[in-house]
Structure formats: C-alpha cells, structure tokens
C-alpha cells in the first residue's frame, strides 16, 4: 500500500522548485559547522518534547543523521534551518561538531511557507500547533482556505475544524496542546457558544473522563435547550434577576437544565432533570466534588 502524502500533492504545489529541498539531486551535501546555524524565526513548532530529542540523540550517536538538514546561506559562514531544527537539536545534544545539510537560495517569504508546510507534514504535531499553521498561512502567506485546503490535501471542512481551535479559552488550548483532552473533545466543546460553559465542560473531562460520545451528548442536550420553545399553555412566572441569574449559572454547571419551583411565600425547589442512570451519577459526582 502506498505511503499517503500528507499535503496531497507536495510542497511542489504550494512553492515553486520546493521539491528541490527533499531531492538529494537538487543540491549537494554538505558538512556545516553546528555554531554556524542559526534556528528559524518562523518556526511554527515551539514545543519540543526532551524525551524524544534524547531518543533522537541516541540514535544520532549509533549511526549518525540519517537524512540531512536544509539550510539557506544568509551570511559568511552563517546558516538558517528551512528544514530539521529537531535533527539539529539532538545532534548538538549528542555532541556534533558538523551535521550534514543540504543549502539552497530562499528568501525570508519562500522561508514561511517552507517551515510552515514542512511542520505540517509532520505526524507529531498537535492540533493547536496544526491550527496555528494553517491560520500563518491564510494572514501572511495570502492564501484563501479554499486555496489552503487545495494545497494541503485537505477537505475545506477540516481546515476549518482546525482553525475554529482557536477561538477556545486558552485554557481548553493549553489542554489539546499538552494532550488533556482530544481533538475530538474540543470540537464537541466548541459547538457550545458560551466560553464559561465550555470551559465548565472541560473540567468534567478532566475530573470524569469523560469519552468524546459522552461530551457531545451533553453539549447536544445543551443546544437543544437552548433553541426548543417553551410551552406558553400557562403563564410563565418571572422570577427576579438574582433568581434568573443563579438557576441559568447551575444549569451550565451541572451541563443540564436546573429547574426552579417557588411559591408566593418564597419557599421552593431547586430541580435538577437527569436522562438516565449514567447521567445520574455524573450529576451525584459534580455534588460530591462540591463536598470534597
């Protein structure tokens, strides 16, 4: 089974001659001096995980880099990485004096959607990394999402998924970046308008485990509340704001429709509604994180 291309059809589609990077054909290799080499200002990775540069370094020592760097010359004896700032990092961390590496002619354009494309193609990205790519490439590389979709190999839809990550809380971000939570559990959130509730809903995940089927059915619970009409056969009893306020705050708490019941005297009920047995005991471990 072929390999499947991760941008659909290849850098070559996004920049002219960028095939030229990957072909050992295109340049020669040489051995640069790792104090000549400086990162890439538009690298869009900013995390680097040091238990796999470590693996990356060992292996570096047994047998050395497997597949050079690509630089661009921007000075006398100084360089700028387009492509392998990870192999750069474990070779200086296992020690190199010199690594090898291909150069070529790029201007600082050509350099941003290099590394931007080049990041994308990796498996290890995480989906805020992913999302903050292709967001680079719609505000300073020019292009349309329908244009980036065609370039990337990626459905319009999913392009849109990514960047909709973005509009989160920073804290649900910060979540998907470290790996807290799925990709599919913030596109679930995400469908919920109010960042307080989103956020509200986050934390279940965290405290519950819940699965992303689990999410979505209560932000579907959530919008279905949200949009059914009330029943208008009896007159509606308005109750003051204070009322209005707290009965709407435990709703979004407890991720259901908390009903109020109070009479002329003041006395009443607060209702939480559950819709089964497992919801039951989701809304029993919301009141008991209370206590604790």
Known sequence: ???????GRGLGALIENANE??????????EIDVNYIEVNPWQPRTTFDEQALTDLSNSIKEVGIIQPLTLRKIGENKYQIIAGERRFRAS??????KVPAYIRESD?????????????????????EVALSYQRLLDECKLTQETLS?????????????LRLLKLPAIIQKAIREREISMGHARAIINVKDPETQIMIYKQVIAYDFSVRKIEEIVRKLNTEETTPKETKKPVKKFPNEYENLKNHLS??????????????????I???????????????VLDKLNS
């Open 252 to 269: 979004k708490y407890f991720a259901t429709n908390v009903g109020f019941k109070i009479n002329n005297k003041g006395k009443g009920q």
């Open 1 to 7: 089974m072929a390999k499947r291309n991760a941008l």
């Open 92 to 97: 200086k961390k296992a020690g190199l004096k």
């Open 271 to 285: 209702v939480i509604p559950f819709e089964s047995g497992n919801d039951l005991e989701r809304i029993i471990g």
């Open 108 to 128: 600082d354009n050509n350099m941003l959607e290099l590394a931007l494309v080049e990041n994308i193609q990796r498996e290890d990205l995480d989906a805020i």
């Open 150 to 162: 065609e370039r990337v190999g990626k459905k319009r839809s999913t392009v849109s998924n990514y």
């Open 21 to 30: 990077v990957q072909s050992p054909a295109a340049a020669s290799i040489d």
